[in-house]
Nanobody
Framework: QVQLVESGGGLVQAGGSLRLSCVAS????????VGWFRQAPGKEREFVSG????????YYAASVKGRFTISRDNAKNTVYLQMNSLKPEDTGVYYC?????????????????WGQGTQVTVSS
């Protein structure tokens, strides 16, 4: 098992940047792939980005590709999501999730462990 805590959310204007962090407990973080998801009121939780255990392979939703960058520092038990050129439609609660596997799935139901989320609000 792993415990996850997100941070770094906030209120920014369109075109601004935020960096989210997902910190995991323990020293076995390198065994887990991690995905970032977001959810707006009245909408389904959607995949944003994923990263494999080593950080070599990364994945992005089409809506954020070219603007967001996912990375990880296993020595610090942390996964980051750098978000640039933010748009109002990026607004939502951002969650990190972990799974003990080789591939980071795009379906929320495939993840076993979730953080509590951090709010990101992008104003026009």
């Amino acid at each position: 098992q792993v415990q996850l805590v997100e941070s770094g959310g906030g209120l920014v204007q369109a075109g601004g940047s935020l960096r989210l962090s997902c910190v995991a407990s323990g020293r076995t973080f390198s065994n887990y792939v991690v995905g970032w998801f977001r959810q707006a009121p009245g909408k389904e939780r959607e995949f944003v980005s994923g990263i494999n255990r080593s950080g070599i392979n990364t994945y992005y939703a089409a809506s954020v590709k070219g603007r967001f960058t996912i990375s990880r520092d296993n020595a610090k038990n942390t996964v980051y999501l750098q978000m640039n050129s933010l748009k109002p439609e990026d607004t939502g609660v951002y969650y990190c999730a972990a799974r003990s596997s080789l591939i980071a799935p795009r379906e929320p139901s495939q993840y076993d462990y979730w953080g509590q989320g951090t709010q990101v609000t992008v104003s026009s």
